[in-house]
């Protein structure tokens, strides 16, 4: 059988590709496309994930024909009004964006009568970082994954608390100290809730979505190591 294999971040540069074709036996799992890949490729996959389309995998699992395997760097961990008009669905907003995040906007469209809090929460590029000037960073993303693990970190919210409108964006592309990566707003009822649901969303974005930056110092760049949840590490 023919699966497509996609490969990111790191992965991607390892082999000189981001998307290959993949001949395995019937029967075989992610495991064995793996270790195939890694014979071929000489690459190292260990550490971090696979998905098949576009859902989590473990390495067990059974690939059937046409399979998208995805194979995923240990996740990094992680607007505008034109932005924000084209966005919103209902009182959720989420997704992916070049343009500079702008959080007056989010908060903004977040307030209303019934909600007593708006939590706004900015991760920003940092330098130095661990004494080190840094230029730049790099974001890159499994796009059309990320978008859906955007829409079930808003649904856990959701289902934690009595929420009243969510905001989850993060940035790709380049990103200058001082610009923002990641952009959270929460709105509530009451202010516990939207500090405890917008300090939920940025520990899951760091556990679960694949998104990936590189960092750029004076005098070379690196891929940040990221995280690999317990049960789906390869």
């Given at each position: 059988m023919?699966?497509?294999?996609?490969?990111?971040?790191?992965?991607?540069?390892?082999?000189?590709?981001?998307?290959?074709?993949?001949?395995?036996?019937?029967?075989s799992t992610v495991a064995d496309a793996k270790a195939l890949l890694e014979q071929q490729y000489s690459l190292q996959l260990s550490g971090g994930l696979a998905a098949i389309n576009?859902?989590?995998a473990q390495p067990g699992d059974p690939l059937q024909e046409g399979d998208e395997l995805a194979f995923l760097p240990?996740?990094?961990?992680?607007?505008?009004?034109?932005?924000?008009?084209?966005s919103v669905?209902?009182?959720?907003?989420?997704?992916?964006?070049?343009?500079?995040?702008?959080?007056?906007?989010?908060?903004?469209?977040?307030?209303?009568d019934p909600y007593g809090a708006?939590?706004?929460?900015?991760?920003?590029?940092?330098?130095?970082?661990?004494?080190?000037?840094v230029t730049h960073l790099e974001y890159e993303a499994y796009p059309a994954m990320a978008e859906r693990v955007m829409q079930q970190i808003i649904a856990e919210m959701r289902e934690r608390w009595v929420l009243g409108r969510v905001a989850l964006w993060h940035r790709l592309g380049r990103v200058i100290p001082g610009e923002g990566s990641i952009l959270i707003v929460v709105s509530a009822p009451h202010r516990p809730e939207a500090f405890e649901?917008?300090?939920?969303?940025?520990?899951?974005?760091?556990?679960?979505?694949?998104?990936?930056?590189?960092?750029?110092?004076?005098?070379?760049?690196?891929?940040?190591?990221?995280?690999?949840?317990e049960g789906h590490k390869l």
């Open positions: 023919r699966v497509q294999v996609l490969l990111f971040a790191l992965f991607r540069e390892q082999a000189g590709q981001a998307r290959l074709e993949l001949d395995l036996p019937a029967g576009e859902r989590l240990p996740i990094s961990g992680g607007s505008s009004a034109s932005l924000l008009a084209s669905q209902g009182n959720d907003s989420f997704g992916l964006t070049h343009e500079v995040l702008a959080v007056q906007p989010w908060v903004d469209w977040a307030s209303d708006v939590v706004s929460f900015l991760g920003t590029t940092r330098s130095p970082n661990k004494g080190l000037a649901a917008c300090r939920y969303a940025i520990e899951r974005v760091k556990q679960i979505l694949p998104v990936w930056k590189k960092e750029f110092l004076p005098d070379g760049s690196h891929w940040v190591e990221g995280h690999a949840p």
